[in-house]
Protein backbone atom coordinates (compact mmCIF):
# COMPACT_ATOMS: atom_id res chain seq x y z
CA UNK A 1 0.00 0.00 0.00
CA UNK A 2 2.98 2.18 0.97
CA UNK A 3 3.97 1.52 -2.87
CA UNK A 4 0.93 2.38 -4.10
CA UNK A 5 1.11 5.53 -2.69
CA UNK A 6 4.55 6.56 -3.73
CA UNK A 7 4.30 5.18 -7.42
CA UNK A 8 0.35 6.27 -8.17
CA UNK A 9 -1.02 8.60 -5.91
CA UNK A 10 2.28 11.17 -5.43
CA UNK A 11 2.98 11.64 -8.99
CA UNK A 12 -1.03 11.90 -10.06
CA UNK A 13 -1.51 14.50 -7.01
CA UNK A 14 0.46 16.70 -9.93
CA UNK A 15 -2.03 16.19 -12.84
CA UNK A 16 -5.10 15.86 -10.54
CA UNK A 17 -7.08 18.12 -8.29
CA UNK A 18 -7.13 16.95 -4.79
CA UNK A 19 -10.85 16.27 -4.82
CA UNK A 20 -10.22 13.56 -8.00
CA UNK A 21 -7.40 12.73 -5.76
CA UNK A 22 -9.63 11.56 -2.66
CA UNK A 23 -12.18 10.27 -4.98
CA UNK A 24 -10.03 7.66 -6.50
CA UNK A 25 -7.70 6.86 -3.83
CA UNK A 26 -10.43 7.42 -0.59
CA UNK A 27 -9.41 6.73 2.88
CA UNK A 28 -6.10 5.42 1.69
CA UNK A 29 -3.70 6.77 3.88
CA UNK A 30 -5.71 6.05 6.80
CA UNK A 31 -5.23 2.27 6.02
CA UNK A 32 -1.39 2.50 5.79
CA UNK A 33 -1.68 4.15 9.08
CA UNK A 34 -3.71 1.58 10.42
CA UNK A 35 -1.53 -1.33 8.73
CA UNK A 36 0.96 -0.13 9.77
CA UNK A 37 0.33 0.25 13.57
CA UNK A 38 -1.49 -3.28 13.54
CA UNK A 39 2.49 -4.76 12.13
CA UNK A 40 4.52 -2.77 14.83
CA UNK A 41 1.78 -4.22 17.84
CA UNK A 42 1.98 -7.89 16.37
CA UNK A 43 6.03 -7.84 17.02
CA UNK A 44 5.17 -7.60 21.10
CA UNK A 45 1.23 -8.06 21.49
CA UNK A 46 -0.40 -11.83 20.16
CA UNK A 47 -2.57 -11.49 17.24
CA UNK A 48 -5.73 -11.78 19.16
CA UNK A 49 -5.26 -9.21 21.13
CA UNK A 50 -3.93 -6.67 18.82
CA UNK A 51 -6.91 -7.32 16.52
CA UNK A 52 -9.75 -7.00 19.45
CA UNK A 53 -8.23 -4.34 20.51
CA UNK A 54 -8.36 -2.60 16.65
CA UNK A 55 -12.18 -4.40 15.55
CA UNK A 56 -13.39 -0.72 15.67
CA UNK A 57 -10.39 0.77 13.58
CA UNK A 58 -10.90 -1.98 10.79
CA UNK A 59 -14.23 0.03 9.80
CA UNK A 60 -12.05 1.88 7.91
CA UNK A 61 -11.63 -0.89 5.74
CA UNK A 62 -15.74 -1.46 5.32
CA UNK A 63 -15.50 2.34 4.58
CA UNK A 64 -13.39 2.16 1.57
CA UNK A 65 -14.71 -0.91 0.49
CA UNK A 66 -18.21 0.70 0.13
CA UNK A 67 -16.39 3.21 -2.37
CA UNK A 68 -13.87 1.28 -4.02
CA UNK A 69 -16.07 0.28 -7.39
CA UNK A 70 -17.36 4.00 -7.73
CA UNK A 71 -13.47 4.93 -7.41
CA UNK A 72 -11.95 2.73 -9.93
CA UNK A 73 -14.89 4.19 -12.46
CA UNK A 74 -14.02 7.41 -11.73
CA UNK A 75 -10.33 6.68 -12.21
CA UNK A 76 -11.32 4.90 -15.83
CA UNK A 77 -13.46 8.75 -16.59
CA UNK A 78 -10.57 10.31 -15.71
CA UNK A 79 -8.38 8.68 -18.00
CA UNK A 80 -10.60 9.14 -21.03
CA UNK A 81 -11.55 12.88 -20.22
CA UNK A 82 -7.82 14.01 -19.02
CA UNK A 83 -5.68 13.41 -21.68
CA UNK A 84 -2.33 14.60 -19.31
CA UNK A 85 -3.38 12.45 -16.31
CA UNK A 86 -3.94 9.44 -18.89
CA UNK A 87 -0.35 10.22 -19.68
CA UNK A 88 1.58 10.38 -16.12
CA UNK A 89 -1.13 7.57 -15.41
CA UNK A 90 -0.19 4.98 -17.83
CA UNK A 91 3.64 6.17 -17.19
CA UNK A 92 3.05 5.63 -13.68
CA UNK A 93 1.78 1.86 -14.64
CA UNK A 94 5.22 1.09 -16.01
CA UNK A 95 7.69 1.70 -13.59
CA UNK A 96 9.55 -0.90 -11.81
CA UNK A 97 7.30 -2.18 -8.79
CA UNK A 98 4.17 -1.66 -10.72
CA UNK A 99 5.03 -4.26 -13.48
CA UNK A 100 2.89 -2.98 -15.66
CA UNK A 101 -0.26 -3.37 -13.34
CA UNK A 102 -3.24 -1.02 -13.40
CA UNK A 103 -4.24 1.28 -10.31
CA UNK A 104 -7.17 -0.48 -10.88
CA UNK A 105 -5.84 -3.87 -9.60
CA UNK A 106 -3.90 -2.14 -7.11
CA UNK A 107 -7.38 -0.34 -5.45
CA UNK A 108 -8.91 -3.93 -4.88
CA UNK A 109 -6.04 -4.50 -2.53
CA UNK A 110 -7.75 -3.50 0.64
CA UNK A 111 -10.56 -5.92 0.04
CA UNK A 112 -8.37 -8.91 -0.40
CA UNK A 113 -6.68 -7.93 2.76
CA UNK A 114 -9.45 -8.02 5.16
CA UNK A 115 -11.35 -10.64 3.44
CA UNK A 116 -8.10 -12.65 4.34
CA UNK A 117 -7.59 -12.14 7.97
CA UNK A 118 -11.01 -14.29 9.05
CA UNK A 119 -9.27 -17.10 7.17
CA UNK A 120 -5.59 -16.52 8.96
CA UNK A 121 -7.25 -16.39 12.18
CA UNK A 122 -9.34 -19.22 11.18
CA UNK A 123 -6.13 -21.44 10.65
CA UNK A 124 -4.36 -20.01 14.03
CA UNK A 125 -7.05 -21.77 15.48
CA UNK A 126 -6.74 -24.86 13.94
CA UNK A 127 -3.59 -25.51 15.30
CA UNK A 128 -4.17 -23.87 18.89
CA UNK A 129 -4.80 -25.52 21.63
CA UNK A 130 -7.67 -25.44 23.44
CA UNK A 131 -5.46 -25.02 26.65
CA UNK A 132 -3.65 -21.86 25.37
CA UNK A 133 -4.84 -18.79 27.19
CA UNK A 134 -4.68 -17.01 23.92
CA UNK A 135 -7.52 -19.45 22.99
CA UNK A 136 -11.15 -17.73 23.36
CA UNK A 137 -9.08 -14.45 22.06
CA UNK A 138 -8.45 -16.03 19.10
CA UNK A 139 -12.41 -17.40 18.79
CA UNK A 140 -13.77 -14.20 19.93
CA UNK A 141 -11.58 -12.05 17.32
CA UNK A 142 -12.34 -14.19 14.46
CA UNK A 143 -15.95 -13.68 14.43
CA UNK A 144 -15.74 -10.11 15.11
CA UNK A 145 -13.87 -10.53 11.76
CA UNK A 146 -16.37 -12.68 10.35
CA UNK A 147 -18.77 -10.08 11.19
CA UNK A 148 -16.39 -7.43 9.49
CA UNK A 149 -16.39 -9.51 6.20
CA UNK A 150 -19.91 -10.15 6.42
CA UNK A 151 -20.45 -6.12 6.42
CA UNK A 152 -18.10 -5.61 3.59
CA UNK A 153 -19.97 -7.99 1.76
CA UNK A 154 -23.09 -6.63 2.10
CA UNK A 155 -22.04 -3.12 1.05
CA UNK A 156 -20.84 -4.23 -1.93
CA UNK A 157 -23.81 -6.28 -2.23
CA UNK A 158 -25.46 -2.89 -2.01
CA UNK A 159 -23.51 -0.93 -4.35
CA UNK A 160 -24.42 -3.85 -6.63
CA UNK A 161 -28.15 -3.82 -6.70
CA UNK A 162 -28.13 -0.07 -6.38
CA UNK A 163 -26.61 -0.25 -9.87
CA UNK A 164 -28.39 -2.64 -11.57
CA UNK A 165 -31.75 -0.80 -10.38
CA UNK A 166 -29.95 2.24 -12.51
CA UNK A 167 -29.42 0.04 -15.12
CA UNK A 168 -33.16 -1.13 -15.10
CA UNK A 169 -34.44 2.91 -14.98
CA UNK A 170 -32.12 3.97 -18.12
CA UNK A 171 -32.45 0.71 -19.95
CA UNK A 172 -36.16 -0.91 -19.82
CA UNK A 173 -38.99 0.81 -20.92
CA UNK A 174 -42.11 0.76 -19.59
CA UNK A 175 -44.29 3.55 -20.69
CA UNK A 176 -46.98 1.03 -21.57
CA UNK A 177 -47.90 0.96 -17.58
CA UNK A 178 -50.52 3.27 -16.09
CA UNK A 179 -48.60 3.31 -12.99
CA UNK A 180 -45.11 5.24 -13.21
CA UNK A 181 -42.19 2.22 -12.23
CA UNK A 182 -39.68 3.71 -10.60
CA UNK A 183 -36.87 0.70 -10.21
CA UNK A 184 -34.73 2.98 -7.37
CA UNK A 185 -37.90 3.60 -5.24
CA UNK A 186 -38.91 1.69 -2.16
CA UNK A 187 -41.54 -0.94 -2.59
CA UNK A 188 -45.01 -0.63 -1.97
CA UNK A 189 -44.48 -2.34 1.17
CA UNK A 190 -41.36 -3.69 2.26
CA UNK A 191 -38.88 -1.20 2.00
CA UNK A 192 -36.19 -0.92 -0.44
CA UNK A 193 -36.10 -2.82 -3.68
CA UNK A 194 -33.54 -5.69 -4.67
CA UNK A 195 -32.64 -6.85 -8.07
CA UNK A 196 -32.16 -10.61 -7.48
CA UNK A 197 -31.89 -12.49 -11.05
CA UNK A 198 -32.06 -11.67 -14.86
CA UNK A 199 -32.00 -13.92 -17.88
CA UNK A 200 -33.23 -15.38 -20.89
CA UNK A 201 -36.79 -17.58 -20.83
CA UNK A 202 -39.19 -18.47 -23.24
CA UNK A 203 -42.87 -18.61 -24.02
CA UNK A 204 -43.72 -22.34 -23.72
CA UNK A 205 -45.95 -22.22 -27.03
CA UNK A 206 -44.62 -19.51 -29.58
CA UNK A 207 -40.94 -19.63 -28.34
CA UNK A 208 -40.96 -16.14 -28.02
CA UNK A 209 -37.61 -14.87 -26.34
CA UNK A 210 -38.26 -12.58 -23.58
CA UNK A 211 -35.91 -11.48 -21.15
CA UNK A 212 -37.09 -11.63 -17.24
CA UNK A 213 -35.83 -9.53 -14.70
CA UNK A 214 -36.53 -10.58 -11.16
CA UNK A 215 -36.92 -7.91 -8.00
CA UNK A 216 -37.80 -8.06 -4.70
CA UNK A 217 -41.63 -7.19 -5.26
CA UNK A 218 -42.12 -8.25 -9.28
CA UNK A 219 -41.11 -10.47 -11.50
CA UNK A 220 -40.61 -8.69 -15.04
CA UNK A 221 -41.23 -9.80 -18.62
CA UNK A 222 -40.13 -7.86 -21.30
CA UNK A 223 -38.84 -8.53 -25.08
CA UNK A 224 -35.16 -6.91 -26.54
CA UNK A 225 -35.74 -3.87 -28.38
CA UNK A 226 -32.40 -5.20 -30.96
CA UNK A 227 -32.23 -8.87 -31.58
CA UNK A 228 -29.71 -11.06 -28.77
CA UNK A 229 -27.02 -12.31 -31.03
CA UNK A 230 -26.16 -15.05 -28.87
CA UNK A 231 -29.16 -15.21 -25.97
CA UNK A 232 -27.51 -18.83 -24.31
CA UNK A 233 -24.47 -16.49 -23.21
CA UNK A 234 -26.67 -13.42 -21.80
CA UNK A 235 -25.75 -12.10 -18.37
CA UNK A 236 -26.63 -8.73 -17.56
CA UNK A 237 -24.49 -6.42 -15.53
CA UNK A 238 -24.65 -2.16 -15.11
CA UNK A 239 -22.14 -2.47 -18.32
CA UNK A 240 -24.48 -4.42 -20.88
CA UNK A 241 -25.85 -2.70 -23.89
CA UNK A 242 -29.15 -4.12 -24.13
CA UNK A 243 -32.54 -1.87 -24.32
CA UNK A 244 -35.61 -4.00 -23.56
CA UNK A 245 -39.43 -3.39 -23.38
CA UNK A 246 -41.87 -4.28 -21.39
CA UNK A 247 -43.41 -7.61 -22.59
CA UNK A 248 -46.21 -8.09 -19.65
CA UNK A 249 -47.74 -6.06 -16.61
CA UNK A 250 -45.00 -6.61 -13.82
CA UNK A 251 -46.30 -9.98 -11.91
CA UNK A 252 -46.33 -9.08 -8.16
CA UNK A 253 -44.98 -11.02 -5.65
CA UNK A 254 -47.44 -10.74 -3.10
CA UNK A 255 -50.29 -12.37 -5.71
CA UNK A 256 -47.56 -14.62 -7.70
CA UNK A 257 -48.14 -18.90 -7.15
CA UNK A 258 -45.01 -20.48 -9.51
CA UNK A 259 -45.65 -24.48 -10.74
CA UNK A 260 -43.33 -26.52 -12.28
CA UNK A 261 -43.38 -28.88 -14.60
CA UNK A 262 -41.22 -32.17 -13.50
CA UNK A 263 -41.37 -33.20 -17.39
CA UNK A 264 -39.34 -30.60 -19.23
CA UNK A 265 -38.17 -27.48 -18.82
CA UNK A 266 -41.51 -25.38 -18.53
CA UNK A 267 -43.21 -23.62 -15.16
CA UNK A 268 -46.16 -21.57 -14.83
CA UNK A 269 -46.53 -18.30 -13.20
CA UNK A 270 -50.34 -17.26 -12.12
CA UNK A 271 -51.98 -14.03 -10.27
CA UNK A 272 -55.51 -13.46 -9.84
CA UNK A 273 -55.44 -11.75 -13.68
CA UNK A 274 -53.04 -13.64 -15.65
CA UNK A 275 -51.25 -17.10 -16.08
CA UNK A 276 -48.19 -17.37 -18.35
CA UNK A 277 -46.42 -20.79 -18.79
CA UNK A 278 -42.28 -19.71 -19.91
CA UNK A 279 -39.73 -22.12 -20.42
CA UNK A 280 -35.88 -22.53 -19.36
CA UNK A 281 -32.80 -22.01 -22.56
CA UNK A 282 -31.86 -25.70 -20.05
CA UNK A 283 -32.06 -27.76 -16.58
CA UNK A 284 -29.55 -25.40 -14.83
CA UNK A 285 -31.80 -22.01 -15.99
CA UNK A 286 -34.90 -23.84 -14.81
CA UNK A 287 -33.46 -25.05 -11.46
CA UNK A 288 -32.37 -21.15 -10.63
CA UNK A 289 -35.11 -19.18 -12.03
CA UNK A 290 -37.80 -21.46 -9.90
CA UNK A 291 -35.67 -21.42 -6.72
CA UNK A 292 -35.47 -17.43 -7.02
CA UNK A 293 -38.77 -17.20 -7.65
CA UNK A 294 -39.92 -19.29 -4.72
CA UNK A 295 -37.65 -17.54 -2.55
CA UNK A 296 -38.60 -14.03 -3.50
CA UNK A 297 -42.64 -14.94 -3.03
CA UNK A 298 -41.56 -16.53 0.38
CA UNK A 299 -39.41 -13.72 1.30
CA UNK A 300 -42.13 -11.00 0.67
CA UNK A 301 -44.72 -12.86 2.85
CA UNK A 302 -42.40 -13.16 5.74
CA UNK A 303 -41.30 -8.82 5.16
CA UNK A 304 -44.87 -8.39 5.08
CA UNK A 305 -46.02 -10.56 8.36
CA UNK A 306 -42.47 -9.29 9.88
CA UNK A 307 -43.90 -5.56 8.88
CA UNK A 308 -47.28 -6.04 10.28
CA UNK A 309 -46.29 -7.43 13.41
CA UNK A 310 -44.07 -4.90 14.11
CA UNK A 311 -46.87 -2.02 14.07
CA UNK A 312 -49.33 -4.07 15.97
CA UNK A 313 -46.34 -4.79 18.37
CA UNK A 314 -45.11 -1.15 18.69
CA UNK A 315 -48.42 0.97 17.79
CA UNK A 316 -51.20 -1.48 19.05
CA UNK A 317 -49.10 -1.88 22.97
CA UNK A 318 -49.03 1.91 23.16
CA UNK A 319 -52.38 2.15 22.52
CA UNK A 320 -53.28 -0.12 25.20
CA UNK A 321 -56.97 -0.64 22.89
CA UNK A 322 -57.27 -4.54 24.84
CA UNK A 323 -57.19 -3.11 28.54
CA UNK A 324 -59.69 -0.45 27.76
CA UNK A 325 -63.40 -0.47 28.23
CA UNK A 326 -65.53 1.21 25.54
CA UNK A 327 -67.31 4.36 26.02
CA UNK A 328 -68.81 5.09 23.09
CA UNK A 329 -68.72 4.19 18.80
CA UNK A 330 -67.92 6.58 16.03
CA UNK A 331 -69.95 6.18 13.18
CA UNK A 332 -68.10 7.81 10.10
CA UNK A 333 -69.69 8.28 6.13
CA UNK A 334 -66.96 10.03 3.29
CA UNK A 335 -69.73 11.38 1.51
CA UNK A 336 -68.18 13.29 -1.43
CA UNK A 337 -64.18 14.62 -2.12
CA UNK A 338 -63.83 18.04 -3.59
CA UNK A 339 -61.39 19.29 -5.99
CA UNK A 340 -59.96 16.40 -6.85
CA UNK A 341 -59.06 15.53 -10.09
CA UNK A 342 -60.14 11.65 -11.13
CA UNK A 343 -57.35 11.55 -13.36
CA UNK A 344 -54.43 10.88 -10.53
CA UNK A 345 -56.09 8.21 -9.04
CA UNK A 346 -55.32 4.38 -9.76
CA UNK A 347 -56.86 3.32 -13.05
CA UNK A 348 -58.17 6.72 -13.09
CA UNK A 349 -60.63 5.49 -10.33
CA UNK A 350 -59.66 4.11 -7.20
CA UNK A 351 -58.23 6.11 -3.95
CA UNK A 352 -57.74 4.55 -0.15
CA UNK A 353 -59.07 6.79 2.74
CA UNK A 354 -57.20 6.09 6.13
CA UNK A 355 -59.02 6.56 9.20
CA UNK A 356 -58.02 6.10 12.70
CA UNK A 357 -56.89 7.95 16.31
CA UNK A 358 -53.71 9.73 16.30
CA UNK A 359 -51.72 11.15 19.12
CA UNK A 360 -48.72 13.34 16.93
CA UNK A 361 -46.85 12.67 14.26
CA UNK A 362 -44.54 10.16 13.73
CA UNK A 363 -40.57 11.46 14.34
CA UNK A 364 -39.39 10.10 11.21
CA UNK A 365 -41.40 11.60 8.98
CA UNK A 366 -44.13 9.37 7.87
CA UNK A 367 -47.63 10.14 8.02
CA UNK A 368 -49.72 7.48 9.60
CA UNK A 369 -46.76 5.69 12.08
CA UNK A 370 -48.78 6.87 15.19
CA UNK A 371 -52.06 6.34 14.06
CA UNK A 372 -54.25 3.24 15.76
CA UNK A 373 -56.18 1.73 15.46
CA UNK A 374 -56.34 2.60 12.10
CA UNK A 375 -59.09 1.40 9.09
CA UNK A 376 -58.08 1.77 5.45
CA UNK A 377 -61.06 1.56 2.95
CA UNK A 378 -61.11 1.79 -0.91
CA UNK A 379 -62.87 4.66 -2.35
CA UNK A 380 -64.05 3.98 -6.04
CA UNK A 381 -64.66 7.68 -7.96
CA UNK A 382 -66.57 6.13 -10.08
CA UNK A 383 -69.74 6.23 -7.79
CA UNK A 384 -69.33 9.79 -7.52
CA UNK A 385 -70.63 9.95 -3.70
CA UNK A 386 -71.56 7.69 -0.51
CA UNK A 387 -67.85 5.82 -0.72
CA UNK A 388 -68.19 3.99 1.77
CA UNK A 389 -69.35 4.05 6.25
CA UNK A 390 -67.22 2.51 9.21
CA UNK A 391 -67.54 2.95 12.86
CA UNK A 392 -64.48 2.94 15.29
CA UNK A 393 -64.80 1.65 18.78
CA UNK A 394 -63.88 4.78 21.31
CA UNK A 395 -61.77 3.62 24.79
CA UNK A 396 -60.77 6.10 27.57
CA UNK A 397 -57.70 6.57 26.14
CA UNK A 398 -59.02 8.18 22.89
CA UNK A 399 -60.63 11.01 23.88
CA UNK A 400 -57.08 12.81 24.71
CA UNK A 401 -55.95 12.04 20.93
CA UNK A 402 -57.35 13.28 17.57
CA UNK A 403 -58.95 11.63 15.32
CA UNK A 404 -57.50 11.34 11.64
CA UNK A 405 -58.38 11.47 8.32
CA UNK A 406 -55.70 10.74 5.23
CA UNK A 407 -56.95 10.30 1.66
CA UNK A 408 -54.12 8.02 -0.33
CA UNK A 409 -53.38 7.34 -3.94
CA UNK A 410 -52.89 3.39 -3.98
CA UNK A 411 -49.45 2.43 -5.55
CA UNK A 412 -48.16 -1.01 -7.09
CA UNK A 413 -44.66 -0.17 -7.01
CA UNK A 414 -44.02 2.46 -4.38
CA UNK A 415 -45.35 3.47 -1.38
CA UNK A 416 -48.93 4.94 -1.16
CA UNK A 417 -49.23 8.39 -2.10
CA UNK A 418 -50.51 11.06 0.10
CA UNK A 419 -53.20 13.20 -1.08
CA UNK A 420 -53.63 14.83 2.07
CA UNK A 421 -54.73 14.31 5.63
CA UNK A 422 -55.81 16.14 9.16
CA UNK A 423 -57.10 15.36 12.42
CA UNK A 424 -60.06 16.42 14.50
CA UNK A 425 -59.73 16.75 18.06
CA UNK A 426 -61.76 13.69 19.92
CA UNK A 427 -63.29 15.75 22.38
CA UNK A 428 -64.22 18.37 20.12
CA UNK A 429 -66.40 15.73 17.90
CA UNK A 430 -67.96 14.26 21.06
CA UNK A 431 -69.21 18.31 22.29
CA UNK A 432 -70.48 18.79 18.81
CA UNK A 433 -72.53 15.42 18.82
CA UNK A 434 -73.29 15.63 22.47
CA UNK A 435 -75.82 18.38 21.69
CA UNK A 436 -77.06 17.57 17.83
CA UNK A 437 -78.86 14.19 17.12
CA UNK A 438 -78.17 12.53 14.26
CA UNK A 439 -75.29 12.96 11.95
CA UNK A 440 -73.56 16.18 11.31
CA UNK A 441 -72.18 17.11 8.02
CA UNK A 442 -68.67 18.35 8.12
CA UNK A 443 -65.96 19.67 5.36
CA UNK A 444 -62.49 18.64 6.06
CA UNK A 445 -59.58 20.68 4.19
CA UNK A 446 -56.65 18.04 3.43
CA UNK A 447 -53.06 18.92 4.04
CA UNK A 448 -49.66 18.09 3.81
CA UNK A 449 -49.84 15.68 0.45
CA UNK A 450 -46.62 14.82 -1.52
CA UNK A 451 -48.75 15.79 -4.66
CA UNK A 452 -48.46 19.82 -5.68
CA UNK A 453 -51.88 21.49 -6.15
CA UNK A 454 -53.84 18.48 -5.04
CA UNK A 455 -55.33 19.53 -2.12
CA UNK A 456 -58.70 18.22 -1.71
CA UNK A 457 -61.74 18.23 0.76
CA UNK A 458 -63.31 15.67 1.83
CA UNK A 459 -67.09 16.00 3.10
CA UNK A 460 -67.74 13.60 6.10
CA UNK A 461 -71.11 12.66 8.27
CA UNK A 462 -70.51 11.49 11.60
CA UNK A 463 -71.98 10.87 14.91
CA UNK A 464 -70.41 10.28 18.14
CA UNK A 465 -72.73 7.70 20.89
CA UNK A 466 -71.43 7.67 24.01
CA UNK A 467 -72.30 4.92 26.13
CA UNK A 468 -73.68 4.91 29.84
Known amino acids: MHMVRAIFKDPL ?61 FLNGLQNKNPQFKKVYQACCQREYAKGVSLAYFLLLPMSRITRYPLIFDKMIKYSSAEDPQYE ?33 RHINCESLHSTLEFTSKTREIGPRSFLHAGILY ?16 LLLTTPIEPIVEPDTLKLTKNSDLH ?42 KMMWTKQIEKAIEQYGVALQMKNAEEIRTYGRSSNTSNQIRIGRLVLEVVSIQDFDPKLACDGRW ?21 WPRQKHEVDLAKNSNYFTTQMDINENMKAKDFYLALLIPMRYRPDMYIGENRIPVQELIAMSSGHPGLIMRSIRLQNGEIAASACTLNIKFFIQMFD
Not at 145 to 154: G, T
Not at 262 to 273: G, N, R, Y
Not at 351 to 371: E, I, K, P, Q, R
Request: charged residues 25%.
Open 137 to 169: TLQNTHQLLKALCARVNQALTEVENKNMLWWSQ
Open 203 to 218: KAKSNKLLVGLLYSDF
Open 244 to 285: LQLYKTPLLMKKLMITASAEDLSFELKTADITVTLKAPNKNA
Open 13 to 73: SKVAGQDAIEQIFLNWDKLIELSRNIHFELKTKPAGEVFCRRIDDLEEFVRFCERQESAIE
Open 351 to 371: LTCMSGFSTSLSSDGSNDAYV
